[in-house]
């Protein structure tokens, strides 16, 4: 299996802008998650979802950040508009089958808002 | 509010040396224990975890130890190589929110030659 898929993998825009992230989960899992890392806040859990349920978006910062999950394979992040407070590296993780609870995380993007 | 506090920040150890990396959580409604590594550029990878109904865990040079009635545990590299240089974070998964992870903030680990 080729892993937890992320793209873009490096995002520059510019404040104001929209963006969205993109994250197809490791076939067969049934939990996706997704993280943003900064130095101040270390990583921190944004949203998750199983079978494409949305469960706890209780750290979804404000309005401007959405995700979605259409359907098992793919699953988004947008922030709108952009603000340069968004600058972070933001990971999907997703879950399922053995071993008990071990998240597969994807190698990230990186977004700087100027 | 942080419910895993993890020490030290940064930690320099040398070859063949024993790094030791403490974490203590508040809620006690807390079922899983993993520990996850990060290098630069990548995602975090999980290490080694443990439930609390034990004390200790030991996976080749990687040992965690829990002390439940203290609500603490740690992670212990023996013989730490320098490609063990990277982060560590610990975490927890809460009873009540099953397959949920909160993050410790992470060790930066260096290991010099």
């Known amino acids: 299996d080729a892993g937890v898929i992320q793209s873009p993998r490096h995002e520059v825009t510019e404040m104001g802008q929209e963006v969205t992230l993109r994250c197809k989960p490791i076939s067969g899992h049934d939990y996706l998650f997704w993280y943003r890392q900064t130095m101040m806040r270390g990583l921190e859990l944004l949203i998750y979802f199983n079978n494409n349920v949305p469960i706890d978006d209780s750290g979804m910062p404000e309005d401007r950040f959405s995700a979605k999950m259409p359907n098992a394979s793919f699953s988004t992040l947008k922030i709108q508009p952009s603000e340069p407070r968004d600058s972070a590296v933001y990971f999907c993780?997703?879950?399922?089958?053995?071993?008990?609870?071990?998240?597969?995380f994807g190698p990230g993007t990186r977004l700087t808002v100027l | 509010q942080q419910q895993v506090k993890q020490s030290p920040q940064s930690l320099i150890v040398q070859k063949g040396g024993i790094s030791i990396i403490n974490c203590a959580y508040e809620?006690?409604?807390?079922?899983?224990f993993p520990w996850y590594q990060q290098f630069p550029g990548k995602g975090p990878a999980l290490l080694i975890a443990i439930r609390p109904d034990v004390s200790e865990k030991k996976e080749g040079r990687f040992t965690i130890s829990f002390n439940k009635s203290a609500k603490q545990f740690s992670l212990h590299i023996m013989d730490s190589q320098p490609g063990d240089s990277a982060t560590y974070f610990c975490?927890?998964?809460?009873?009540?929110?099953?397959?949920?992870?909160?993050f410790g903030a992470g060790t930066q680990v260096v290991v010099t030659p």
């Open positions: 993780a997703s879950r399922g089958g053995e071993p008990y609870n071990e998240q597969f």
């Open positions: 809620n006690t409604a807390f079922d899983y």
């Open positions: 975490a927890a998964t809460p009873t009540d929110s099953w397959g949920k992870l909160q």
